[in-house]
């Protein structure tokens, strides 16, 4: 079964004259254990798709479905990474307690929490900052609390809403890579949204390119790279150069939906 499937996804923000259609059709599936990223222009509502998919807010038109169950709400099994880390995690909890927050009130016994949360950890390595405190921590350790608490939840699958924009250079290629090993550690299914295209192509099984707003899909790009990538070597790889090639041209020439021979082509 299908992970996660977003059917003809649409939304406008208000009614009559002022009404802004934000996305207009939005297509596309994520199956069990893949890294499906998404990338468009600025301003192509990526926010707004992934605050629909996360059951945050009612779409216009269209369904989102977590294995075949259509999204309303926030539903179990799925988990956010957002961008503001400072302002996802709670200043006065320890590390630990931060990653402990979310598995409260679940029925779960203490030992699995205990093991969840070390084990969590461990995994984005922050074994020995359990009694830190978010302001003792750089950003980019602020930021993997905020993944190893999204673990600890043992969701189906982790929606990440350009988690690394606010890191330093070197900083984001070590988080680029913690996410290719806590998806292969924990068999993830990751929803990746970003504005950077060497991400959007270095992390993922699948890149999907949104147009400009009105928002549908351009095209989704299947990525055959190695499974063990490196920030060098892979970086190098003709595939991965081709594949980001690809990718900036469809963004920086992105037609929008209301382009109405685009939108034609693009129905047939």
């Known amino acids: 079964m299908t992970m996660l499937t977003v059917e003809q996804l649409a939304h406008t923000y208000g009614t009559g004259p002022k009404a802004v259609t934000a996305l207009k059709d939005i297509t596309f599936s994520v199956n069990p254990g893949e890294l499906v990223s998404i990338v468009g222009p600025s301003g192509c509502g990526k926010t707004?798709?992934?605050r629909a998919m996360a059951g945050l807010m009612e779409p216009t038109g269209g369904t989102v479905a977590l294995e075949g169950d259509r999204i309303t709400e926030a539903p179990e099994g799925l988990a956010m990474v957002f961008q503001d880390y400072r302002g996802s995690l709670f200043p006065w909890l320890t590390v630990e307690k931060n990653v402990r927050f979310p598995l409260k009130g679940h029925g779960l016994p203490k030992d699995e929490i205990d093991s969840r949360v070390?084990?969590?950890?461990?995994?984005v390595g922050l074994k020995g900052f359990e009694e830190s405190f978010p302001s003792q921590l750089s950003g980019g350790m602020q930021q993997r609390v905020a993944i190893a608490r999204a673990?600890?939840?043992r969701p189906k699958i982790l929606l990440m809403d350009e988690p690394f924009a606010s890191v330093d250079a070197q900083t984001r290629e070590e988080l680029e890579d913690l996410v290719l090993v806590v998806k292969q550690r924990f068999d993830m299914t990751i929803l990746f949204v970003t504005h950077d295209i060497d991400e959007s192509v270095y992390l993922a099984d699948r890149v999907v390119v949104l147009s400009k707003r009105p928002t549908f899909v351009q095209?989704?790009?299947?990525?055959h790279l190695p499974a063990e990538r490196d920030q060098i070597t892979t970086k190098e790889d003709p595939e991965f150069?081709?594949?980001r090639g690809e990718a900036a041209r469809l963004i920086r020439s992105a037609p929008s939906g209301s382009d109405a021979a685009i939108t034609d082509r693009?129905?047939?």
Do not use: F, G, K, M
Not at 118 to 123: F, G, H, I, K, N
Not at 219 to 223: C, I, P
């Open 48 to 50: 707004t798709l992934l």
């Open 118 to 123: 070390a084990d969590s950890l461990v995994a």
């Open 151 to 153: 673990l600890a939840y």
């Open 219 to 223: 095209t989704v790009l299947e990525v």
């Open 241 to 243: 150069i081709r594949l």
């Open 266 to 268: 693009h129905a047939a």
